[in-house]
């Protein structure tokens, strides 16, 4: 070889491996993005699961309360028959007073905005943990989306290394851009793209 032909094995090397320097660089940059969406993502499906159980609980209570309050007026109701066939006026109005007593409980059990815990309440209460489930469901699927485009550009960044072939940095950074464009979604807008 050369000292020409040493001296342009040197240039080459010297520029693939500023070349590598670039590409290592992108990657690290997508790696980190990938850290956070999958942070986010881990928080998001976290979030729905707890506020799964959580409407589920509530359900079940709203379902106890509504159970209680059929009861309740059911006996209400037998009690009021039993007062026609009655005699006796002070067993009349003892019956009478129970019956009044039987009302405000199932009413109580209807609606209790100082506790929260009325079936109304309650439903109110499930219907909003749903409602924040589905949000971060929502938001999961766009950090999981984002997290593939993120993966797929860091072995495609890799491949650029082994390959030379720098089309595939490219699409590498096109891919983090997407992966960038679906955690914003994620975090701002999350009904607005519907993936599932």
């Known amino acids: 070889m050369g000292a020409h032909e040493s001296m342009e094995h040197a240039e080459h090397a010297e520029h693939a491996s500023g070349s590598n320097k670039n590409i290592a660089l992108l990657i690290a940059v997508i790696a980190l993005f990938l850290a956070l969406s999958e942070t986010l993502g881990k928080g998001a499906q976290t979030l729905s699961i707890s506020k799964n ?55 109580r059990y209807r609606s209790e905005p100082e506790t929260g815990e009325g079936s109304e309440q309650l439903a109110e209460r499930a219907k909003h943990a749903e409602h924040d489930r589905d949000l971060a469901m929502a938001r999961y ?17 890799s491949a650029t290394i082994i390959t030379g ?24 807008a999350p009904h607005a793209v519907h993936l599932m």
């Open 53 to 107: 159980v959580e409407a589920s609980n509530l359900w079940a209570f709203f379902q106890a309360k509504s159970i209680r309050r059929t009861v309740v007026e059911a006996t209400s109701d037998q009690a009021r028959l039993s007062l026609g066939v009655m005699g006796d006026d002070a067993a009349k109005a003892a019956l009478q007073k129970q019956i009044e007593a039987w009302k405000k409980t199932a009413a």
């Open 141 to 157: 699927h766009h950090y999981e989306v984002a997290s593939a485009a993120f993966q797929i550009g860091i072995v495609l960044a």
């Open 165 to 188: 072939m720098i089309a595939l940095a490219w699409v590498s950074g096109l891919l983090a851009i997407a992966g960038l464009a679906f955690t914003a979604i994620g975090l701002f």
